[in-house]
């Protein structure tokens, strides 16, 4: 991946869908048809088939509304068209630009991180809230890490601590009418499981520099974002750079453990001072090699998500005189027929996703041609070309397919189980929680009501009750039933799908020309990368930031190349020079954004 590649395709004008822009004869309403004859003489037999061509194509227009579409539409030039690179035209933008080039800043940007990774900020599920519970303790450490590493940031940044550990930097611009903007990152990391330490090539919190990788937990999520930020700022503060656009930075402490104390509180402080911001810019998608052309994913949108308990309740007895199904059994039925009715996959021309094909199509010259017309006429209106897409992706047995199919739909896992007491006592209680990712197009609600029908069937089949979301029984029948079977939100956090952010505001097109100068500064002789807008599956802390702004895009300038083993997994670790590009973004993404006056 990240290989140089020199050949810029051009899609053949010949392989494209033409369009027809039909015209209509000019004829003078006080001209009878006589007098149209002579005035055309032998020419009528050539201007007739082509104003009965009119009149037909006019009439199945009015009558076949997606020929309509078909006829006039969209031209391929003016699908994914690419915003050219944006750097800023500050002295200050040589002149920290010369400054991240040097080695010796590569050097101070891997200790910067290193450093943050061998402070522990492990979080797990369960903690008791901040101030009661004592395991939440590192945070401070990690604080005063920060402290002595960015001194010009603590000294020339207002710092508000919001639930004690959450951390709020304002870098006050000098004019009031420009909306500030919001960069994001989380403090904590997911923890090491101490049976895996064996497999790390270099211990998890050494924070160490080998084989040009800074190693350790956080090195990729999410410290790298953080760290990354708060060079960039540092390092236009020691060049004497003061914004105009006032630039906030929030750093949340539990977004790996749904930002419940951290970003929650963060958000609420910032909604209750009123905050509006111009964009928000939090982790997200990277860079990749896709159908051979080097492609930024900022994502645009996020899944939904809902953990749903199932619960069943029959009653006990020694299991020597056991049921047809003890309450596990049951359980095991009304899994098995959720398995067995996976949500299919739901594709639009106004999906994230389809964005991306479309980007694709357009400008990667590897994406199959037959794949390519079908995703242009797409584009065009054509709804069965549409269905052709989606059937390619159902289909399809690529290295992102079943991430692909994943994400266009809601996704059920049956996750936990819990049931039993001993093994010769008929269970009374058991459930399973089964956890949801909410497709774009959907709800929380349109959910609910597809599990109740799903399970229905199963319920009455076995004369269960059956209690919906809503604690009322959903049975068809009433009477004595042999247990019970309850549907419930299984923590109450439940969170509809995140909204779409558009890509044609002014935010989105300086954060893409933002991009492609950052990639191009960095690999001068490499053929330039292209923006796709995508989507997340999972959830980041601008779940509680949605009121904040209408533009919101997760991205983390990196390349998935510089990830030696990915991130929540044993040697996780990231290039040095995919981090050094990180901060370069960062400090371009300041500079472009404190210059516009459209965003």
């Not at 309509?68 to 690179?85: A, G, M, V």
């Not at 940044?157 to 919001?182: C, F, Q, R």
Request: net charge neutral; glycine share 8%.
């Amino acid at each position: 991946m990240g290989q140089k590649n020199n050949q810029r395709h051009i899609l053949p004008l010949n392989t494209l869908p033409k369009e027809v822009y039909p015209t209509t004869p000019r004829v003078q309403d006080n001209v009878h048809g006589s007098h149209i004859k002579q005035r055309l003489g032998a020419s009528t037999k050539l201007i007739a088939p082509l104003l009965v061509a009119y009149l037909l194509i006019s009439c199945l227009q009015q009558h076949y509304p997606r020929l309509q579409s078909n006829l006039l539409t969209r031209r391929p030039e003016d699908i994914c068209k690419q915003e050219q690179p944006l750097r800023p035209s500050s002295n200050a933008a040589g002149k920290i630009t010369h400054t991240l080039n040097s080695d010796g800043f590569a050097v101070r940007a891997a200790e910067a991180l290193g450093g943050a990774v061998r402070v522990s900020t492990e979080v797990f599920d369960g903690w008791g809230l901040v101030g009661s519970d004592p395991r939440w303790g590192n945070f401070s450490l990690f604080r005063t890490f920060l402290e002595a590493t960015f001194p010009r940031v603590h000294t020339s940044l207002s710092l508000t601590k919001v639930n004690t550990y959450g951390l709020l930097y304002e870098w006050k611009g000098s004019d009031d009418s420009l909306a500030p903007i919001l960069l994001m990152a989380h403090q904590d990391v997911v923890p090491v499981d101490p049976a895996a330490y064996s497999l790390w090539k270099e211990p998890p919190y050494s924070g160490k520099l080998v084989d040009g990788y800074v190693w350790g937990r956080g090195s990729v999520d999410f410290k790298s974002g953080l760290i990354g930020i708060l060079l960039a700022v540092e390092a236009l503060l020691e060049e004497g750079w003061a914004p105009k656009r006032t630039i906030t930075l929030s750093f949340g402490f539990d977004e790996e453990t749904s930002g419940l104390q951290g970003a929650a509180y963060l958000s609420k402080y910032l909604q209750e001072k009123q905050k509006k911001f111009a964009m928000i810019v939090d982790e997200g998608g990277a860079y990749n090699t896709a159908f051979g052309r080097m492609t930024a994913a900022p994502a645009i949108a996020e899944k939904g998500y809902m953990d749903v308990r199932i619960k069943v309740n029959t009653p006990g007895g020694h299991s020597s005189i056991p049921p047809t199904h003890t309450s596990i059994g049951y359980l095991a039925l009304l899994l098995a027929q959720l398995e067995a009715n996976p949500r299919s996959i739901q594709l639009t021309q106004q999906s994230p996703i389809f964005k991306s094909i479309e980007c694709s199509a357009i400008h990667s010259p590897d994406i199959p041609d037959r794949l390519r017309r079908q995703v242009i006429r797409a584009s065009q209106g054509d709804e069965a070309a549409l269905e052709k897409v989606k059937h390619y992706i159902i289909n399809s047995d690529g290295p992102k397919a079943a991430w692909l199919r994943s994400i266009l739909s809601t996704t059920q896992a049956v996750d936990m189980v819990h049931g039993g007491v001993k093994s010769n006592a008929l269970p009374e209680e058991v459930f399973a929680i089964v956890n949801h990712r909410v497709a774009i197009d959907s709800s929380l609600e349109a959910l609910k009501d597809s599990i109740v029908n799903l399970l229905s069937p199963v319920a009455s089949k076995h004369n269960l009750e059956l209690v919906g979301f809503n604690n009322a029984s959903v049975s068809s029948t009433s009477g004595s039933f042999r247990g019970k079977v309850t549907l419930s939100d299984a923590w109450g956090d439940a969170l509809e799908p995140a909204p779409i952010s558009s890509t044609s505001s002014a935010a989105y097109k300086l954060l893409s020309g933002t991009i492609r100068a950052a990639w191009e500064d960095a690999h001068p002789t490499e053929e330039s990368i292209i923006v796709a807008p995508s989507m997340m599956g999972g959830n980041t802390d601008t779940r509680w930031y949605w009121g904040l702004s209408d533009n919101i895009f997760r991205y983390s300038h990196v390349g998935e190349y510089h990830f030696y083993n990915g991130m929540h997994t044993v040697n996780e670790a990231i290039r040095l020079d995919g981090f050094v590009d990180m901060v370069k973004f960062f400090s371009t993404l300041i500079l472009n954004a404190d210059e516009s006056k459209t965003i």
